[in-house]
């Protein structure tokens, strides 16, 4: 088996937590010879995913590699779509950016066991469904309307406060922060969407669609509690047409996934391919990177994606149940 070790030096504080990180897997892969390492320093978005891609193809058949995402949510989209067409090719985030909602579906007090490289370099991979957007993967989750709004106000945010270091354990503090100057300066409004969801139509006027595959959104919301990606589908929760007084009102609800509490203004289901179509430009978010388009599918890929997870440890929702796998209409489970 190869490593490879993809780094945001953004998501560590100080260059001496950065030097210690890298000691640590020094100490790993040095002693015994165990295996070939190699690390690359991301320089910007994206920039990754084409480095992961070269080296995942350079492989040669039948030998593993193992890809380690050492930041946040972001590096670990990055990687996702650098080998996500390669079968011998195996997903670990180890968690240090300012949010960690994969991790936080496998139990946010188990970040620790996902930084220990010894243990996260012997440990198992499992399989995991991923979200294919057009050409793009995601891990986590899409957001359409309000919510991709507030991430491009706190994006803003967290540029202005020193490139955003000293954000982790503010994040969702800052995406309501973020929708309430959206609310304020009118960027956050209910439109309309031509929306199809397995063959039905689901067209209407939304405040925000809410697309997930694990339950944590954010930093820590959780809109969408019951997403799990073990169990063949995806989840979806609508927001309709709202007041900017009433958004205000329910927004609380709303990042907890107490979508129940409102049928008349929450709408939950469950699907397995999506489209969506605006006549006008449509800000998207997918696992926290933010785009513009008009028109955006949705597909979920059954355990498509091998991630590292160590033993012991399974994925829980927003109530903290554990090794979520529900069987569904297709029969997966």
Same mark, same amino acid.
């Given at each position: 088996?190869r490593?490879?070790?993809?780094?945001?030096?953004?998501?560590?504080?100080?260059?001496?937590?950065?030097?210690?990180?890298l000691?640590s897997?020094?100490?790993c892969?040095?002693?015994g010879?165990?295996a070939?390492?190699?690390?690359?320093?991301?320089r910007?978005?994206?920039?990754?995913?084409?480095?992961?891609?070269?080296?995942?193809a350079?492989?040669?058949d039948?030998?593993?590699?193992?890809?380690?995402?050492?930041?946040?949510?972001?590096?670990?989209?990055?990687?996702?779509?650098?080998?996500?067409?390669?079968?011998?090719?195996?997903?670990?985030?180890?968690?240090?950016g300012?949010?960690?909602?994969?991790i936080?579906?496998l139990?946010?007090?188990?970040?620790?066991?996902?930084?220990?490289?010894?243990l996260?370099s012997?440990?198992?991979?499992?399989?995991?469904?991923?979200?294919?957007?057009?050409?793009?993967?995601?891990?986590?989750?899409?957001?359409?309307?309000?919510?991709?709004?507030?991430?491009?106000?706190?994006?803003?945010?967290?540029?202005?406060v020193?490139?955003?270091?000293?954000?982790?354990?503010?994040?969702?503090?800052l995406?309501?922060?973020?929708?309430?100057?959206?609310l !304020? *300066?009118?960027t956050?409004?209910?439109?309309f969407? +031509?929306?199809?969801?397995?063959? %039905?139509d689901?067209? #209407? $006027?939304?405040?925000?669609?809410?697309? !997930? *595959?694990?339950?944590f959104?954010?930093?820590?919301? +959780?809109?969408?509690?019951?997403? %799990?990606?073990?169990? #063949? $589908?995806?989840?979806?929760?609508?927001?309709g047409?709202?007041?900017?007084l009433r958004?205000?009102?329910?927004?609380?609800?709303?990042?907890?996934?107490?979508f129940?509490k409102?049928?008349?203004?929450f709408?939950?289901?469950r699907?397995?391919?999506?489209?969506?179509?605006?006549?006008?430009?449509?800000?998207?978010?997918?696992d926290g990177?933010?785009?513009?388009?008009?028109?955006?599918?949705?597909?979920?890929l059954?355990g498509?994606v091998?991630?590292?997870?160590?033993e012991?440890?399974g994925f829980?929702?927003?109530?903290?149940?554990v090794?979520?796998?529900?069987?569904?209409?297709?029969?997966?489970?």
């Amino acid at each position: 088996m190869r490593h490879y070790f993809v780094i945001n030096p953004k998501s560590f504080v100080k260059l001496e937590d950065l030097k210690h990180f890298l000691l640590s897997v020094e100490n790993c892969f040095s002693v015994g010879n165990r295996a070939e390492y190699k690390v690359y320093i991301s320089r910007f978005p994206r920039d990754a995913t084409a480095a992961v891609h070269r080296h995942a193809a350079s492989v040669r058949d039948g030998e593993t590699v193992r890809i380690y995402a050492v930041g946040g949510d972001g590096i670990l989209f990055d990687c996702l779509n650098g080998m996500a067409e390669f079968e011998n090719a195996e997903l670990a985030s180890v968690p240090y950016g300012n949010s960690n909602d994969f991790i936080n579906a496998l139990g946010a007090e188990n970040y620790g066991a996902f930084r220990d490289i010894k243990l996260l370099s012997a440990a198992p991979s499992v399989p995991v469904d991923l979200i294919q957007c057009g050409s793009r993967f995601a891990l986590l989750n899409c957001s359409i309307g309000a919510e991709s709004q507030a991430v491009m106000n706190v994006n803003g945010i967290t540029k202005a406060v020193n490139k955003g270091r000293y954000m982790r354990g503010f994040v969702p503090a800052l995406y309501k922060i973020g929708s309430l100057a959206g609310l !304020a *300066n009118g960027t956050i409004v209910p439109k309309f969407y +031509t929306v199809e969801i397995d063959g %039905a139509d689901k067209s #209407g $006027e939304y405040m925000n669609l809410n697309i !997930a *595959n694990v339950a944590f959104n954010g930093g820590g919301n +959780t809109p969408n509690p019951c997403a %799990a990606p073990n169990d #063949g $589908e995806l989840d979806i929760v609508f927001v309709g047409p709202l007041s900017r007084l009433r958004t205000v009102l329910v927004m609380p609800e709303y990042t907890r996934g107490q979508f129940k509490k409102r049928p008349k203004v929450f709408a939950h289901m469950r699907f397995r391919e999506m489209s969506c179509r605006s006549e006008t430009p449509m800000s998207v978010v997918l696992d926290g990177e933010l785009f513009s388009t008009s028109e955006i599918t949705f597909k979920v890929l059954p355990g498509a994606v091998k991630i590292v997870v160590p033993e012991g440890l399974g994925f829980v929702d927003a109530m903290g149940r554990v090794g979520l796998k529900r069987k569904n209409k297709g029969g997966a489970q």
